[in-house]
């Protein structure tokens, strides 16, 4: 499949053409008729909806069309599949004419299907001499060999694993050992191998391993997430190495075979118990090789890096790229996830949900389809641990969750000054948990009453009582609600008293007014 983006993307950051037919795994000519087409229908830069298929529509409408033609064997399978037993070319041949005639296609015949394939073979009889170009390619690589420190609390040995990366131009190599081939130790030699060498190189040919390509797909291998971005970091290519190729990347290949007789061989006796210094070892033994005289033409390594191939060199970014890891989490029905057993909140929307995790020194990153949903600062420590934002939870549990004496005051405060002095006598004479309890049910009223209405009914209990609760003032409202809709429709009666009922009999009653 040939990726018109990926080509166009590199194009337009100045990478030269032989260097993306490298990194997109097409032919130049390729590469070269999609830069032309773009150009000659005034592509400038490329927009979202610009996807390969999109671009494959727009720059060669010819080829949507279905062309009627011979149908093209795929002669990869046919050398793999004539390697197993009884398995023969005629019978390879059928095979094929079957499949070309399902798929409407005219098929070779026998004598030509044949001849193809001789022609196809003789690749497998030949090797092919790779000239590289100054700067164009660092090649890196663990070495099959590895060292060991002392390791002081158990009495044993520690592994050491060695990282190597050359440039197959002038063979100058960088050399360091590490205590495990993780991401984070696989990054780190790159950085210090960029650091060494003192600028960045076009494009980076590492083997298939898990650190760097996640999974090693036949033309487009999916590259790991935070090796990828160390080279977006640095602005340059990566381009793995097919799987079980070796010679895709001689050079590293062969430093490996030479740094393990010249440098592992000569410290397999060497005793430490610090890293940094079976390192220092490391370092002084490898200035000795870059410094070597080369055998069969003149100069060293470290010469011809100096004066043919560091100007080529990109420079070196200011700060070091922060390393990073990445992984999969999904979101628990507690709207967290869990990172190494300790726990961050993402919004409650993405509950079951499967997102993206980068995890960096400081902080973790949360993203959902390359959009970033949440983000913490890293936990360390005891562990099980919560990382909660309160924006991240439904609104019911935002309320219970603040639902404190503080944030109580504030709300007494916003209907009026009469519920603030209500609910300072509910703090004051109870428990707090209690307290908490009705001034929860006095906020729930808030949805079927107004301010006002609630601050009246404060003032009247106040007013009323020595001793308000919670019930009386829910009993206010409802009075007082119910009198005013009474009085908005004119069925308020209005109550007269008369001398002649009641419990008030007056003075004619007991004769106060006989003379």
């Known amino acids: 499949m040939i990726q018109y983006r990926k080509i166009l993307e590199l194009h337009f950051k100045k990478i030269s053409q032989r260097t993306i037919s490298t990194s997109v795994g097409s032919s130049r000519n390729t590469v070269s008729d999609v830069i032309k087409r773009s150009e000659q229908l005034g592509i400038e830069r490329l927009t979202d909806n610009m996807n390969n298929r999109w671009l494959e529509e727009f720059l060669f409408p010819e080829k949507q069309s279905i062309e009627k033609g011979y149908f093209p064997p795929d002669w990869e399978k046919v050398h793999k599949e004539l390697q197993k037993k009884n398995v023969t070319l005629k019978l390879l041949h059928m095979e094929y004419v079957q499949q070309a005639r399902g798929s409407g296609k005219?098929?070779?015949?026998?004598?030509?299907?044949?001849?193809?394939?001789?022609?196809?073979?003789?690749?497998?009889?030949?090797?092919?001499?790779?000239?590289?170009?100054?700067?164009?390619?660092?090649?890196?690589?663990?070495?099959?060999?590895?060292l060991s420190i002392n390791d002081r609390s158990s009495g044993g040995t520690l592994t050491v694993y060695i990282f190597v990366a050359t440039f197959p131009y002038s063979q100058y190599s960088y050399v360091e050992g590490f205590l495990d081939m993780k991401s984070a130790n696989w990054l780190t030699g790159?950085?210090?191998?960029?650091?060494?060498?003192?600028?960045?190189?076009?494009?980076?040919?590492?083997?298939?391993?898990?650190?760097?390509?996640?999974?090693?797909?036949?033309?487009?291998?999916?590259?790991?997430?935070?090796?990828?971005?160390?080279?977006?970091?640095?602005?340059?290519?990566?381009?793995?190495?097919?799987?079980?190729?070796?010679?895709?990347?001689?050079?590293?290949?062969?430093?490996?075979?030479?740094?393990?007789?010249q440098i592992i061989a000569a410290l397999r006796h060497y005793q430490c118990f610090d890293l940094h210094d079976l390192n220092q070892q490391i370092w002084k033994k490898l200035n000795e090789l870059n410094q070597e005289a080369f055998q069969k033409r003149p100069g060293s390594r470290k010469k011809a890096f100096d004066e043919e191939e560091k100007s080529y060199l990109h420079p070196l970014r200011q700060t070091r790229f922060k390393l990073s890891e990445w992984r999969s989490a999904k979101v628990q029905p507690n709207y967290h996830i869990q990172i190494e057993r300790m726990y961050y909140s993402v919004p409650y929307e993405y509950i079951q949900t499967d997102v993206d995790v980068r995890l960096s020194k400081d902080l973790i990153e949360v993203y959902f389809k390359d959009a970033r949903i949440a983000s913490h600062k890293r936990l360390y420590g005891e562990i099980g641990q919560f990382s909660t934002l309160s924006e991240h939870m439904p609104d019911n549990h935002r309320f219970y969750l603040e639902h404190t004496p503080a944030n109580s005051r504030e709300w007494a405060l916003s209907i009026g000054t009469n519920m603030e002095r209500f609910m300072e006598f509910l703090l004051k004479n109870g428990s707090e948990k209690k307290s908490l309890n009705q001034l929860m049910s006095l906020r729930s009223l808030e949805k079927s009453y107004s301010k006002e209405e609630m601050d009246l009914a404060a003032q009247n209990l106040l007013l009323a009582s020595s001793n308000p609760t919670v019930s009386v003032f829910k009993t206010i409202l409802i009075r007082n609600k119910k009198r005013k809709q009474a009085k908005d429709n004119g069925s308020l009666t209005k109550l007269t008293t008369s001398e002649n009922y009641g419990f008030v009999r007056g003075a004619n009653y007991f004769g106060g007014n006989r003379k």
């Open 190 to 261: 790159h950085i210090h191998a960029f650091e060494y060498f003192g600028g960045i190189p076009e494009s980076l040919v590492p083997d298939n391993l898990k650190t760097g390509v996640s999974k090693p797909l036949r033309g487009e291998p999916v590259l790991n997430e935070a090796y990828r971005e160390l080279a977006d970091y640095y602005q340059t290519v990566i381009v793995p190495g097919r799987v079980r190729r070796p010679k895709d990347k001689p050079s590293v290949e062969g430093t490996v075979g030479f740094i393990s007789r």
């Open 106 to 146: 005219v098929p070779y015949a026998y004598r030509t299907f044949a001849e193809n394939y001789g022609k196809y073979a003789k690749k497998y009889k030949a090797t092919m001499p790779i000239r590289r170009k100054p700067g164009e390619v660092l090649e890196v690589d663990w070495a099959g060999s590895t």
